[in-house]
């Protein structure tokens, strides 16, 4: 191998590496593997709670560093009930996404309560979880701290 083609292949070695490094926090697109995973691992925790087998309508999911947080808004597969909406923190662990915290439910107006805020849920969940990155989390959540 010459000179130019080792430096050549270097090059492109840094930059791919780079760029792995600095993807940071993404959305999976609709239809995607790692977007279906995500989400079977979450309608498994409501069929488990609820009883209901559901489909997501998505307002919001980040995923950075194996960790994802995902908000949503269950409803029936014929898309005439409508449940209370979800979020959840998902670590993905053997290649598997698992739920590591599920968002307390409030009535609008009662986020005063300490189990309520953003700010005391995303405190909980750095305690419990110091490698979820921060990134993932919707900036009203952070806006809170």
Not at 43 to 58: A, C, H, N
Not at 83 to 111: F, N, T
Not at 126 to 144: G, R, T
Request: net charge positive; aromatic share 8%.
């Amino acid at each position: 191998m010459n000179n130019k083609t080792a430096a050549l292949l270097l090059a492109i070695s840094v930059t791919a590496s780079s760029f792995a490094f600095a993807a940071g926090p993404y959305t999976p697109k609709p239809g995607s593997p790692e977007r279906k995973a995500i989400l079977n691992a979450m309608r498994e925790v409501v069929k488990r709670m609820s009883g209901l087998d559901v489909v997501f309508v998505v307002p919001y999911l980040k995923v950075d560093q194996g960790w994802a947080w995902i908000h949503t808004r269950p409803q029936s597969r014929d898309g005439r009930g409508h449940y209370e909406d979800v979020s959840m923190l998902l670590h993905k662990r053997q290649g598997q996404w698992k739920p590591a915290g599920i968002a307390a439910s409030c009535e609008p107006g009662l986020d005063d309560t300490p189990d309520c805020s953003a700010k005391t849920f995303v405190k909980r969940l750095q305690a419990k979880y110091p490698s979820a990155p921060l990134s993932i989390f919707p900036s009203h959540m952070l806006q809170a701290q």
